[in-house]
């Protein structure tokens, strides 16, 4: 079978959902290679800043692994901001979306949030913003991590002269995380922590 007989989903067979379920399992296999092309891409978004996108999330992403951070850290800083070509209002929930399935609850709240703490830096030199939207997460569980995660590798990754880790030693890391069984309670940990930044980690990388 190379399509399904169908043209509404109703009229769908037994063996067109069992084609089809086969089909998507070997389509989510190259999920990690579709982000990394949409990474690319990201040379193609918002520009005005001295760092292009792409160059943000290396550095993000780069900062995040000389700092000792476990994988589900560094995939979710090289990721965080994926949503700006496509969700340029709630980029944020868009790359969350991308990563809930496949990371540590920990870190897909603070992806899907960030926007708001980013707010802290630049909230007051605009009309109509609140530079003090983090505030409504302040009881949240992961609240410090979120700031922790802006302040470390977010707000300060827009140096053109700091010296990213090229997109190609992210895609074993892409791979591992986006090979994991999806909503995996092993890989979700509800309620866990993880520490942002690991010294003895750090000092062997």
Request: net charge negative; glycine share 4%.
């Amino acid at each position: 079978m190379e399509k399904v007989s169908f043209t509404q989903m109703k009229n769908g067979t037994k063996e067109d959902y069992e084609f089809l379920k086969e089909h998507e399992i070997d389509h989510t296999r190259h999920t990690a290679k579709r982000l990394l092309k949409a990474l690319v891409d990201l040379d193609e978004s918002l520009s005005g800043y001295q760092v292009t996108r792409l160059g943000h999330s290396l550095q993000s992403a780069t900062r995040a692994w000389r700092d000792g951070a476990d994988i589900d850290w560094v995939a979710s800083a090289l990721l965080h901001d994926i949503g700006d070509i496509y969700a340029p209002y709630n980029h944020d929930e868009y790359a969350a979306a991308i990563l809930k399935p496949f990371v540590r609850e920990q870190c897909s709240w603070v992806v899907q949030t960030h926007g708001d703490f980013q707010m802290l830096y630049y909230g007051h030199h605009l009309k109509g913003f609140d530079q003090h939207k983090r505030e409504r997460h302040r009881d949240h569980p992961y609240f410090e991590d979120n700031a922790e995660f802006c302040e470390r590798w977010d707000q300060a990754s827009f140096d053109p002269d700091y010296e990213n880790l090229p997109l190609e030693f992210f895609s074993p890391i892409l791979e591992e995380v986006f090979s994991r069984k999806a909503y995996d309670p092993d890989t979700i940990r509800a309620g866990h922590r993880e520490p942002l930044a690991n010294p003895e980690i750090a000092a062997t990388r």
